[in-house]
């Protein structure tokens, strides 16, 4: 089993900066591809990024591509989600995932193991 632990989520103005971190526990994820998603209220779970076991490659949703990095630190069993240029509209609850697996990275169904989520306001 994996526990996932969000943390840096708060509220911040238009244009500013956060660092999302996900500490995972249980077992080292440094064979996993790791991933954060994030849900608007009333909207449906979407990707935002993700990396895969080694760091080597990065995915990222086109609303976020240029502004966010994900990266990640096997030897911490952390993974970060550096976000810039935040916009009110990148407000939401933000998860991490990690699965040993990865079909699509997009697709929820696809990971295995979540965190309890971090909550990002971007007032306007």
């Known amino acids: 089993q994996v526990q996932l632990v969000e943390s840096g989520g708060g509220l911040v103005q238009a244009g500013d900066s956060l660092t999302l971190s996900c500490a995972a526990s249980?077992?080292?994820?440094?064979?996993?591809?790791m991933g954060w998603f994030r849900q608007a209220p009333g909207k449906e779970r979407e990707f935002v990024a993700g990396?895969?076991?080694?760091?080597?490659?990065?995915r990222y949703a086109d609303s976020v591509k240029g502004r966010f990095t994900i990266s990640r630190d096997n030897a911490q069993n952390t993974v970060y989600l550096q976000m810039n240029s935040l916009k009110p509209e990148d407000t939401a609850v933000y998860y991490c995932?990690?699965?040993?697996?990865?079909?699509?990275?997009?697709?929820?169904?696809?990971?295995?193991?979540w965190g309890q989520g971090t909550q990002v306001t971007v007032s306007s």
């Open positions: 995932a990690a699965s040993d697996y990865v079909t699509r990275y997009a697709l929820t169904s696809t990971w295995d193991y």
């Open positions: 990396i895969t076991w080694s760091g080597g490659s990065t």
């Open positions: 249980g077992r080292t994820v440094s064979g996993y591809h």
